[in-house]
């Protein structure tokens, strides 16, 4: 086959692959991007680039004959999910024989679905997790950088006091101050002067609409409108969508040779190409980019991968839950899906938690309070290859979730015992499940810093092949994850730029 070459390529336009792209385009460097979701710039038949949630359609979900929605049933009613026809729609599922796990598709990764939820972690923890990362250099210079560039924002707190949009999230806070437990506000890059225009009626409602997990029409700054339209600007980058790379090697002058599928919109593979590149940047996120490198280093592609490769993977933690509040207690049947607070019993040492107040917008009123924890669980698991399906699986366990779930469970427990509140039975499928411990929104690790990499994401065994994503954290942040992962790559990218690329 034909080989196309630049100088440098990135895998993945999530946030490792867009802060990739746009220092290397400032630079003056030849930059492709090549991503295997689309572009989610174009109106569908209704006039609007996303679809709802409460009536999804094919861009809610890629190649699905039906939505996988992390909340499965309403009063054990399958409500939720909803018959679609098969398409790259914007958010996936990935199953393992024992977690699943949700990610973005398109130019933007996650951060077309996700929450929007920008937490810089506690400096200590960061530090415990990164002991070989300089943590002053890291909230001196490069978290700052990342949450300026990402439009980070926080809810005006007179608004928040007094909006019925967010009356669940104080009927929460209550619930918590009632046990002892205390609150924060989480800042978010969703444009909080735009949702108080949607509440005012003189903008068109997206995060006052239900949008979210399907995607956003209007007000969040997703990284299409902020890293990546910077990278553009350049003129130095190029982004070539509904390209998925499925393998790499190294030809014999170093350069890096990718085989990448090219698929139309009904799956179909209308091509394979063959790019080749001189720097390679791996942006896929956590699962992407460790399945790309595992199955690399298991079929001899690129040998030289160390054991680091494919390691210490975990969930953050996450587990989902929701609790019934008493009738004199509502949550509204309006409801802005974009979270704004969070319980932190993170100091903790007993028990860490950190647990969003998340929204669940039905249009009715249904005394429900949901919360996605995130706990201190110390359970990490491996990928490894499969040579009879050629598939990379991971050794993720029941038992490791059912850690994550103890610790939810006592904390949330005080906060129903405070309150003479129970905990609602009818949400994560029919078999009265409380706890949802079967996915994550957080998938950290696979490759982590300093294992898999030298302390600046260089690939250990490989010159100029680096990692930029979620990959990089081993498996723990106590906190929403795409700032930390922003603010790591910048601090790549810094590095590499200044010492790998001098001519
Ligand atoms: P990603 O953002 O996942 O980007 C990877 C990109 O690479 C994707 O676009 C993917 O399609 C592409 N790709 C992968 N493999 C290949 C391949 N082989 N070839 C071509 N392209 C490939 N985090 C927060 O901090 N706050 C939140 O509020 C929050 N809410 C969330 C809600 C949901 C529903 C979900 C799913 C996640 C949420 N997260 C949140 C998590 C956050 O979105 C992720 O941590 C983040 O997106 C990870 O960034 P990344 O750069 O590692 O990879």
């Known amino acids: 086959?034909?080989?196309?070459?630049?100088?440098?390529?990135?895998?993945?336009?999530?946030?490792?692959?867009?802060?990739?792209?746009?220092?290397?385009?400032?630079?003056?460097?030849?930059?492709?991007?090549?991503?295997?979701?689309?572009?989610?710039?174009?109106?569908?038949?209704?006039?609007?680039?996303?679809?709802?949630?409460?009536?999804?359609d094919q861009r809610s979900m890629w190649f699905r004959t039906r939505t996988e929605a992390p909340l499965a049933t309403f009063l054990w009613l399958d409500l939720v999910n909803k018959d679609i026809s098969a398409y790259p729609g914007v958010l996936d599922?990935?199953?393992?024989?024992?977690?699943?796990?949700?990610v973005g598709r398109g130019v933007g990764g996650g951060s077309l679905v996700n929450g929007g939820m920008a937490v810089t972690p506690l400096k200590s923890y960061f530090a415990e997790q990164f002991p070989t990362v300089d943590a002053d250099e890291m909230y001196g210079t490069y978290f700052p950088r990342a949450r300026s560039m990402l439009g980070v924002n926080t809810v005006d707190p007179a608004w928040f006091e007094s909006t019925e949009w967010y009356q669940f999230t104080r009927t929460s806070r209550k619930a918590a101050a009632n046990a002892g437990?205390?609150?924060?506000?989480?800042?978010?890059v969703y444009d909080f002067g735009y949702m108080q225009r949607e509440a005012a009626g003189t903008a068109t409602r997206s995060a006052l609409a239900g949008e979210v997990i399907y995607g956003n029409n209007q007000g969040k700054r997703s990284l299409d409108k902020t890293y990546l339209a910077a990278a553009l600007g350049t003129g130095n980058v190029t982004i070539h969508t509904l390209e998925k790379v499925r393998s790499?090697?190294?030809?014999?002058?170093?350069?890096?040779?990718?085989?990448?599928?090219?698929?139309?919109?009904?799956?179909?593979?209308v091509e394979t190409k063959q790019y080749s590149c001189t720097y390679l940047f791996l942006g896929g996120g956590s699962l992407g980019t460790t399945e790309l490198l595992v199955r690399a280093r298991d079929t001899g592609t690129?040998?030289?991968?160390?054991?680091?490769?494919?390691?210490?993977?975990?969930?953050?933690?996450?587990t989902m839950l929701g609790r019934a509040n008493h009738l004199w207690d509502t949550v509204g049947?309006?409801?802005?899906?974009?979270?704004?607070?969070?319980?932190?019993?993170?100091?903790?040492?007993?028990?860490?938690?950190?647990?969003?107040?998340?929204?669940?917008?039905?249009?009715?009123?249904?005394?429900?309070?949901?919360?996605?924890?995130?706990?201190?669980?110390?359970?990490r698991a491996s990928f490894s290859y499969d040579s009879t399906s050629g598939a990379v699986k991971l050794g993720w366990t029941p038992a490791q979730s059912a850690v994550s779930v103890a610790m939810a469970k006592k904390l949330f427990d005080r906060i129903n015992a405070a309150n003479l509140t129970i905990y609602r039975y009818d949400l994560f499928g029919s078999t009265s499940k409380i706890f949802a411990d079967d996915f994550t929104y957080h998938p950290l690790g696979g490759c982590v810093l300093g294992k898999a990499t030298d302390d600046y994401g260089r690939v250990k065994g490989y010159s100029r092949l680096y990692i930029t994503d979620g990959s990089l954290v081993p498996g723990s942040l106590g906190v929403n994850p795409f700032v930390t992962i922003t603010a790591l790559a910048e601090r790549t990218m810094a590095r590499v730029l200044a010492e790998d690329t001098a001519p």
């Not at 599922?93 to 949700?102: A, F, N, T």
């Not at 437990?181 to 978010?188: E, Q, R």
């Not at 790499?248 to 593979?269: E, K, P």
Request: with cysteine; hydrophobic share 40%.
């Open 248 to 269: 790499v090697t190294r030809a014999s002058d170093g350069s890096y040779v990718l085989t990448v599928d090219r698929i139309d919109t009904t799956g179909t593979v």
């Open 93 to 102: 599922r990935v199953h393992y024989d024992h977690m699943s796990v949700y």
């Open 302 to 318: 690129l040998p030289d991968l160390t054991s680091g490769v494919g390691a210490g993977w975990g969930t953050n933690g996450n």
């Open 181 to 188: 437990l205390k609150t924060t506000f989480v800042p978010n």
């Open 333 to 379: 049947a309006n409801q802005a899906t974009m979270p704004v607070m969070g319980i932190d019993d993170w100091a903790n040492t007993a028990n860490p938690v950190f647990a969003e107040i998340a929204p669940l917008p039905m249009g009715f009123e249904h005394w429900i309070s949901l919360y996605l924890a995130i706990t201190k669980n110390p359970e």
């Open 1 to 56: 086959a034909a080989v196309d070459n630049a100088t440098a390529i990135v895998v993945g336009s999530g946030y490792g692959g867009a802060v990739a792209a746009l220092r290397l385009g400032q630079a003056g460097i030849r930059t492709l991007v090549l991503e295997m979701g689309r572009l989610w710039n174009t109106a569908g038949s209704d006039g609007k680039v996303f679809c709802s949630t409460s009536a999804p």
